[in-house]
């Protein structure tokens, strides 16, 4: 299995982003779908994760009603639509799969990341 994410970039605060992750393979749906970020000097934190058919999802407090998480199983891909970006929202977005809802922070599969950085 293999992840791919995209859509980083440079924004102003107050702006969007929508980073997605395409997964290779056939059986994307049996994978939950995180997400995480790295600030610079900080450890990896959380965002959010969503299930297998994109009907539950969970964030971390620090985004929580500024982030949705979505999947299209057609498309093999996850998404994570960021608004109202902060500055300290600045990081490396990292996708991420497992094949179960809970288990903290372990995933089996790890994208390369894609570099969100948030101007004031």
């Known amino acids: 299995v293999q992840l791919q994410a995209s859509g980083g970039g440079l924004v102003q605060a107050g702006g969007s982003l929508r980073l997605s992750c395409a997964v290779s393979g056939r059986t994307f749906s049996s994978y939950v779908m995180g997400w995480f970020r790295r600030a610079p000097g900080k450890e990896r934190e959380f965002v959010g994760r969503i299930n297998w058919s994109g009907t539950s999802t969970y964030y971390a407090e620090s985004v929580k009603n500024r982030c949705t998480i979505s999947r299209d199983n057609a498309k093999n891909t996850v998404y994570l639509q960021m608004n109202s970006l902060k500055p300290e929202d600045t990081a490396v977005y990292y996708c991420?799969?497992?094949?179960?809802?809970?288990?903290?922070?372990?995933?089996?599969?790890w994208g390369q990341g894609t570099q969100v950085t948030v101007s004031s």
């Open positions: 991420a799969a497992r094949t179960s809802w809970v288990g903290g922070t372990e995933y089996d599969y």
